[in-house]
T-cell receptor, first 109, second 115 residues
Framework: GIQVEQSPPDLILQEGANSTLRCNFS?????LQWFHQNPWGQLINLFY???GTKQNGRLSATTVATERYSLLYISSSQTTDSGVYFC???????????FGSGTRLLVRP | DTGVSQNPRHKITKRGQNVTFRCDPI?????LYWYRQTLGQGPEFLTY????????KSRLLSDRFSAERPKGSFSTLEIQRTEQGDSAMYLC?????????????FGSGTRLTVV
């Protein structure tokens, strides 16, 4: 089956710093999503981005489908950005989202 | 709209007992998903409903697991003869029928502990 790998697995930032999270996937996908799971466990959908670039405030994401990777950029990080960031993909042949193992981000004040 | 509601929030059960969880999706969302998440891992897909039809099931959904969505509204996930390995967070998500995919809303989950 398709493999979804995220890097780095863990990241510690000082408040105000910028960061880039990466998601590599092993096969063609028709759907790619980024999620944030806050320290209380709530999963929030950040981006639907099967290709191209999108921005939402301090967050932006880019997916290069032909090279099978996606990047999530966090600028001017805040303590509330802490949590786990998941990349998830879906293939044409299935309804399921396949999640990576996440990047655990801690933003220190 | 209060989002996706899951009950109970926590469940502690003895090994061998049956448990049932409920998910109430956003009312206009016809697509409903169940996922399971263990500590330190991403969510794993269990099953998918479109309206009342169960269109996909994971091999993770063994004979002891069953899910229903009567009348295409709320859904229940039942685990029979629970085992310690079933301990996990069970997440429900719903999605808008609008084509595009940017509509996954997850509930807060039910945390199951099997002792």
């Amino acid at each position: 089956g398709i493999q979804v790998e995220q890097s780095p697995p863990d990241l510690i930032l000082q408040e105000g710093a910028n960061s880039t999270l990466r998601c590599n996937f092993s096969d063609s996908v028709n759907n790619l999503q980024w999620f944030h799971q806050n320290p209380w466990g709530q999963l929030i959908n950040l981006f639907y981005i099967p290709s191209g670039t999108k921005q939402n405030g301090r967050l932006s994401a880019t997916t290069v489908a032909t090279e099978r990777y996606s990047l999530l950029y966090i600028s001017s990080s805040q303590t509330t950005d802490s949590g786990v960031y998941f990349c998830a993909v879906r293939m044409d042949s299935s309804y399921k989202l396949i999640f990576g193992s996440g990047t655990r981000l801690l933003v220190r004040p | 709209d209060t989002g996706v509601s899951q009950n109970p929030r926590h469940k502690i059960t003895k090994r061998g007992q049956n448990v049932t969880f409920r998910c109430d999706p956003i009312s206009e969302h016809n697509r409903l998903y169940w996922y399971r998440q263990t500590l330190g891992q991403g969510p794993e897909f269990l099953t998918y409903f479109q309206n009342e039809a169960q269109l996909e099931k994971s091999r993770l959904l063994s004979d002891r697991f069953s899910a229903e969505r009567p009348k295409g509204s709320f859904s229940t996930l039942e685990i029979q003869r629970t085992e310690q390995g079933d301990s996990a967070m069970y997440l429900c998500a719903s999605r808008s029928p609008i084509r595009g995919g940017y509509g996954y809303t997850f509930g807060s989950g039910t945390r199951l502990t099997v002792v």
